[in-house]
């Protein structure tokens, strides 16, 4: 039962991508069902397995007969995958039912005719078949196939609009994310070819040394994809991408793609040597640090949240990096940031989607007071704002407190300094957040604010159920991250 | 009993379902002010009642959930402490919800669904804070109520320096919390719990074997909760937050919320810190941060023409005292329990006066700004004749806030400044800061009759059609200015609470003040004549010369006759001859100009170097791809196009394969 869900969950998706292609411009209720269907089934499915991991392989391949007798493809549902599609498929629902008004010809931005709407929802349904495939991978191929075909998605969507902004932009992030791909290919090769396995615990069974290249080369692959230093140069360009790509794609489901592969690898069930975990922690601290750096120049909002994301990220890599130290609850709060994360991030991209629509113009320094005729757009944007920069009671508050928690529990004056760096990491973005958003909505408006449409219903709805995420979000997530952990 | 806490959490639940039931009723201004104060209403008794038991009986404790990974848990329970902080907060609230009724009709362009539910949710957050023993639901409790409070002080969105003073508030008060969270997480660290109890103990314990990582983390819970109470440096923020915010909310912000700041210094220094030398250090540092607030406070707040400027100056001025308390408290807890009892009661007396008279007079600005549109104190005056209520509830809350006798401020400073003198006795720089303490006092007075005198008195032009405010908006005046008098002449009400409360927090007999004879007065130290003020007898003497006067006035017989003022000839409007208020103390305003400074904040911008050094795009990636490129470039220029070339290719591929093959082979 829970097999056939599953497989149903993951073909669903790329039957409906097929059949938005072939019905083009009535493609919007196909992709819109379709992505309902398979929520509900991925509700179902991290409820039928809370507690009781699922393991179930379906296909073999036949070339490797004599090396490799069991099948290989398959289903794995534990508490990870849940937490990862539960972020991954109702945002992907969301996306899709916001693109349903956003991507109409009525989008003062970039107005988009009706013949699109086939390739859209093509590559927006494989995308969430790419990620519910990656999602519930049993081990290193399978995760590799999908993380591939997300690559491939990404590239589509960026340059959906096909100007040469975008086009430059897309391949941009094909490259690099594709050359972090060539170094997650290798490790996989190394792997197999030592121990004839491709599963996540396979890596127990190197030798150390070439465990740590090993690891070395999977880290290399989820910075590319996750936008951290020294590759966070494609994420800010993709934000040429329609605003429902640049909240879904890269905000909540593939940048997490990078930080999900780190998680598996780091806890399935063996110990990942120190000056490994030593150099994610730190790599991700100079990250947060850079993204920082660049918020106070930039003028594009979406730009400005890009930034914002791969500081994000940095604090899911710093949370495993301190569980990789030995502090469970470190993991735990990473972990519960990616859910965390997601919601309040895509909140505030849709907030910016809501002001491309009425108003034509990202700048911030075209935007003044259009909290006065977008209340709901700029309600969800300071609840946005607020979670995503940690302040209480909101989503974001719990996941960074555990991280901060798991690092004191680290011996020595590591814990205390990561305890300074990120606290004033978060009253300075905090700070500079609260300043832009009191900058677009509130104080006087100009002309630009003076006559916005009203956001379609479809933009709005999407909105309030995202809002809520950013508070419910720690309650979804905290029952999932409880059951993680050696 | 359980029962205090039950009633405190049906209080919150109350005001929460009441904050989303008034944002359905948004649309209408009057349905919605008037349905959020039923609201407040309800809850208010409920904390009543919670008060009224927590101060009768011991409170028990509930649990409402529990995060053992994290070593924490929702419990609430209400000490002595807590339920005066919460009956600040009800009274506070209740009056200024509504005052605020009628009053945000000053507003005409902005929404009413941003002022009520927040407000609500703001009150519902300060209960919460008070009833915590947890630090981390203390916490998110503590920064709901910043969080809610920044929006009702941006409320006018329109008003650029509305929006400058809410982001100024936020940003210092939130980085005030984050001081606190590293402070609990260090603390955590060695106790792995999160409780008030685990604290104490952990924090007990670290000052005698790790001293400095303990003075560090006192330090940060001190600025913490410092900042919050607008101690200066720190409390930069309150000058700006609290004249914009609409009146009923400043009359909150510097009635209640500061007061939660007092609340966390009272537990820091008395509960959580173990009787230690590093306590009477603390209490040096306290003493002297609150000279310095009373002193600079004040001393600015003398030079402000704006009405509610000045009032929120005064509001620093005040924390000031209650500092100074606090520290003659903590300094002379281990060595002289009974002075130490006398500045702490003082302290914490002079919270729950500051509430009563610094809310009426916000309230009293906010009915002047409400019907003269003017917060310049220069452009008002004469108002007496118009608004005769506001200017008699003001009148008695400015000779309150002054320390006039038999009015309450009186006694809450005569408190502090007898606990500063007798210390002083002992330790003299107490003494040096009991005599700041009370020129200050008189610094105030000062401050306040220029207010009265630019404002209320002299004459205004009699066409303006200024008339009194709405009832709604005259009885939360009244019942504050009616407070400031009933405690005046009776402390001892909240001076046995106060007592118990002293006791609970610090563990330790109370036997300074003496108040148990309600009608004979407050005795010092044991009832020996070392000090003693009797209200009651001071207002017979003030009764008695009154009627004297009048008995020798209607004697007399004089005929009285009202002329109009005498201008040497000239006709002039009313308003061109007052006495400006930036007129008045013109000496001080020169000896004391650049006692406030000020700076500009400017927006970060990163050094180009550095920009440049962290744009991986310019000096990494572009040159290599240029360099791939050009690569490229040069291979393919081997495609000549003629066939005979390939042809040669292949061939000399074709030998050198061979030969690496025969070599390889060999």
Redesign the interface.
Known sequence: MITSVAVLMLILPAVGALLSAALKRRARPAAVMTATITTGLAVWLTLSTFGAPYTRMLVDLPWLHGIVDTPILGIFVDPLASLMLLVVVPIGLLTVLYSTAYLTDKNREHPVGNEQYGRYYFWLLLFITSMVGLAVSPNFLQFFAFWELTTVCSWALISFHQNAPSLRAGFKALLMTSAGSAFFLLAILIIFARTNSFDFSALGRLPNGLRSWVLLFLLIAAWAKAAQ??F??WLPDAMEAPTPISAYLHAAAMVKAGVYLMARTVSSGWGIPPKISLLMGGMALLTIF?AL??Y??QDDLKRLLAYSTIAHLGYVFLGIAIGGLGAT?GFRGGVLHIICHGYSKATLFFCAGNIAYATGTRNISELR?L??SM?LTATAFFIGL?SVTG???LAC?WSK??I??GA??LGGPL??LI??LI?CE??IS??WM??IG?KIF???PLAVAQAPADPPWAMNVTLIILTIGCVAAPFVGMPLV?LMGK | MVNAVHDVEVSIVILIVGSLVSLLFARRRKLCGWVSFAFVCASSVYTGLAVVGACTVASGEHTILSLPQLGSSLTLRIDPLSAIFLAIVAVIALLSTLYSVRYMEHYAHDKVAKFFPILLLCVASMTGVLVCTDFLFFLIFWESMTLTSYFLVTFESENAASQRAGLKYFIITHGATLCMVAAALLLWRTSGSFSFDAIRQTLSAMLTTRPVLANAIVFLFFMGFATKAGLLPMGDWLPDAHPVAPSGMSATLSGALVKLGIYGLVRLFCSFLAISPSLKIWGIILALAGTGSLFVGTLTALQQTDTKRLMAFHTIGQIGYICLGLGVGAYCLDMYPALATVALAGAILHAVNHACFKSCLFLGAGSVLYRTGERDMDKLGGLAAFMPYTTGTTAIASLSIAGVPPLNGFASKWLIVAGCLLTGMRFPLFLVLGLIALFISLATLASFLKVLGSVFLGRADENLGIKEVPISMIVPQVVLAALCVLLGIFPQLVLRVIGHAIEGVTATPVAGVNASRMWSGLFLIDGSPVAFWSPLAVLAALAVLALLSYAIQRAGGARTRSVPVWYCGEEHAPATVRYPASSFYLPFKHAFQGIYPSGKVHVPRFPAPLRRALDFDQWLYAPTVKVIDTAADRVSRTHVGILQIYLLWIVIGAIVVTGILLWVRG
């Open positions: 230093v020294p966070q140069t850079v750096s660049f106070f120049v609850l007071g909290g006065k209340p607020l302040v209480p009671p508050f407190f555990m901060l928690s004191m529990r814990g205390p305890l300074v606290l978060t009253l905090f700070g609260l300043y009191q509130l104080g006087a409880q």
